[in-house]
């Protein structure tokens, strides 16, 4: 007898993770258009701009909490030890971005080539962030516990939820003119303390999934750390992509309008990045067992999101949703537009590499991971420091910027994810 295929398990799984996404991107798209509704839109959408960018080195860190979850909460004295590690990780973490946002003013100000104009703004808007930092480590590791339990239409049913509430928010915001910082801050914080609550209550409702009889682990915090510690670099190393090239375009005569049209392109694009980064729960989940069946699922995924990114970026619907959409004006429109296209290569380098990514999680090997960020960063850096004084750096060559860094990262990542030499006879 033929063993089924495990392809209609995959999809269950993924596409409730895929949605996620986009319901993130919306959420964000939604936030620019409240932004480019108000006066000085442009200086506004900059200065949240920066705040994200160095917010995200942040969140970054905690990106990874789902996966380090789902891999090590098994049984109930696991799970105490994991949410006791990322509660209090998260903590430190919000203790550093109040930090940064009051005594690290000059070097922020320094490191974006703020303009007096956006100080202010930018440094209200990432004080008021700093809370945001520890709800978020509770909300990834709620749901890390339901994507290891293969419940990710919850996952996806408080996503909608989140992103109503926010919208919600952001609606009585801009109606009562409390302005970009108590609107935008404001609404995320609603937003967060519901997701939160209702995904502990989704946890109460689902089971466990069954395991072997065998005595959960408990992992002490030095394996916990040597898992972590490699894919919070991870992250923390993507999150400086933009920032290094908002540093590199913040300078330029243009620099506010290129590093607007760049935060309405990227944030396009995320919605096709969080589906692609979908794959690090895929692997976590259920192992590295019937790879061939994996390789293949992952490369229909990999065709219908670069041609979705294709008729986005290529066709008029594009220019629909940031003008129309967003309220963008011709020129941010026409800007963004141009990275839009460049990133359509996208999806294929994100999946090829957490491809390799997905075997250094589970075979806990996430030093990989970290060497491979590193280049990345390190690749962003060099080109964007060639092309800046020979001003290059439109929107569309940061795109191409960025996209070089993925490569360079995929290429290390596929060098360690090579099986272990085998120790001499």
Same mark, same amino acid.
């Given at each position: 007898?033929? +063993?089924?295929?495990?392809?209609?398990? =995959?999809?269950?799984?993924?596409?409730?993770?895929?949605?996620?996404?986009?319901?993130?991107?919306?959420?964000?798209? #939604?936030?620019?258009?409240? /932004?480019?509704?108000?006066?000085?839109?442009?200086?506004?959408?900059?200065?949240?701009?920066?705040?994200?960018?160095?917010?995200?080195?942040?969140?970054?860190?905690?990106?990874?909490?789902?996966?380090?979850?789902?891999?090590?909460?098994?049984?109930?004295?696991?799970?105490?030890?994991?949410?006791? =590690?990322?509660?209090?990780?998260?903590?430190?973490?919000?203790?550093?971005?109040?930090?940064?946002?009051?005594?690290?003013?000059?070097?922020?100000?320094?490191?974006?080539? !703020?303009?007096?104009?956006?100080?202010?703004?930018?440094?209200?808007?990432?004080?008021?962030?700093?809370?945001?930092?520890?709800?978020?480590?509770?909300?990834? =590791?709620? #749901?890390?516990?339901?994507?290891? +339990?293969?419940?990710?239409?919850?996952?996806?049913?408080?996503?909608?939820?989140?992103?109503?509430?926010?919208?919600?928010?952001?609606?009585?915001?801009?109606?009562?003119?409390?302005?970009?910082?108590?609107?935008?801050?404001?609404?995320?914080?609603?937003?967060?303390?519901?997701?939160?609550?209702?995904? %502990?209550?989704?946890?109460?409702?689902?089971?466990?999934?069954?395991?072997?009889?065998?005595?959960?682990?408990?992992?002490?915090?030095?394996?916990?750390?040597?898992?972590?510690?490699?894919?919070?670099?991870?992250?923390?190393?993507?999150?400086?992509?933009?920032?290094?090239?908002? %540093?590199?375009?913040?300078?330029?005569?243009?620099?506010?309008?290129?590093?607007?049209?760049?935060?309405?392109?990227?944030?396009?694009?995320?919605?096709?990045?969080?589906?692609?980064?979908?794959?690090?729960?895929?692997?976590?989940?259920?192992?590295?067992?019937? !790879?061939?069946?994996? +390789?293949?699922?992952?490369?229909?995924?990999?065709?219908?999101?670069?041609?979705?990114?294709?008729?986005?970026?290529?066709?008029?619907?594009?220019?629909?949703?940031?003008?129309? %959409?967003?309220?963008?004006?011709?020129?941010?429109?026409?800007?963004?537009?141009?990275?839009?296209?460049?990133?359509?290569?996208?999806?294929?380098?994100?999946?090829?590499?957490?491809?390799?990514?997905?075997?250094?999680?589970?075979?806990?090997?996430?030093?990989?991971?970290?060497?491979?960020?590193?280049? +990345?960063? /390190?690749?962003?850096?060099?080109?964007?420091?060639?092309?800046?004084?020979?001003?290059?750096?439109?929107?569309? %060559?940061?795109?191409? #910027?960025?996209?070089?860094?993925?490569?360079?990262?995929?290429?290390?990542?596929?060098?360690?994810?090579?099986?272990?030499?085998?120790?001499?006879?």
């Amino acid at each position: 007898m033929e +063993r089924a295929s495990p392809q209609g398990r =995959y999809w269950a799984f993924y596409w409730p993770l895929a949605l996620t996404g986009a319901v993130t991107v919306l959420g964000s798209q #939604i936030q620019n258009g409240v /932004l480019a509704r108000l006066d000085e839109a442009a200086t506004t959408l900059a200065a949240y701009a920066v705040a994200q960018a160095v917010l995200a080195l942040f969140n970054a860190a905690q990106a990874f909490v789902p996966q380090l979850t789902n891999r090590f909460a098994h049984g109930d004295a696991a799970r105490r030890r994991v949410r006791g =590690y990322v509660l209090g990780l998260s903590a430190l973490l919000t203790l550093a971005v109040a930090l940064l946002a009051t005594l690290g003013q000059r070097l922020i100000a320094f490191s974006f080539s !703020l303009s007096p104009d956006l100080e202010g703004l930018v440094f209200a808007f990432l004080l008021a962030l700093a809370p945001l930092v520890w709800l978020n480590g509770l909300r990834f =590791y709620l #749901i890390g516990r339901l994507i290891q +339990r293969e419940q990710t239409g919850w996952v996806t049913v408080l996503n909608g939820i989140h992103l109503a509430v926010l919208i919600a928010a952001l609606a009585t915001g801009l109606t009562l003119a409390w302005g970009p910082v108590a609107t935008l801050v404001g609404a995320q914080a609603l937003a967060g303390v519901v997701h939160a609550a209702l995904a %502990g209550t989704a946890l109460s409702r689902t089971t466990p999934r069954a395991t072997s009889g065998d005595e959960p682990i408990l992992p002490s915090y030095g394996r916990l750390s040597a898992f972590f510690g490699p894919v919070v670099f991870t992250g923390v190393m993507f999150a400086l992509s933009r920032p290094l090239l908002y %540093g590199a375009i913040g300078g330029a005569g243009d620099g506010i309008l290129t590093i607007a049209a760049l935060r309405i392109a990227f944030d396009f694009t995320f919605f096709f990045q969080q589906a692609a980064n979908q794959f690090r729960h895929f692997f976590v989940t259920f192992g590295l067992a019937d !790879l061939a069946e994996k +390789r293949r699922f992952m490369l229909r995924v990999t065709f219908g999101l670069t041609l979705a990114m294709a008729l986005t970026g290529f066709t008029p619907l594009g220019t629909l949703l940031i003008a129309q %959409g967003i309220g963008a004006d011709a020129v941010v429109t026409e800007r963004a537009l141009a990275a839009l296209q460049v990133m359509t290569l996208l999806p294929l380098l994100i999946i090829v590499r957490n491809y390799f990514h997905g075997i250094l999680m589970v075979e806990e090997r996430t030093g990989g991971m970290a060497q491979g960020s590193l280049l +990345r960063v /390190l690749t962003i850096f060099l080109l964007a420091s060639a092309l800046a004084p020979a001003n290059l750096l439109t929107p569309a %060559g940061a795109a191409w #910027i960025l996209l070089a860094g993925f490569a360079a990262e995929t290429l290390v990542v596929a060098w360690r994810a090579r099986p272990p030499r085998p120790p001499d006879a």
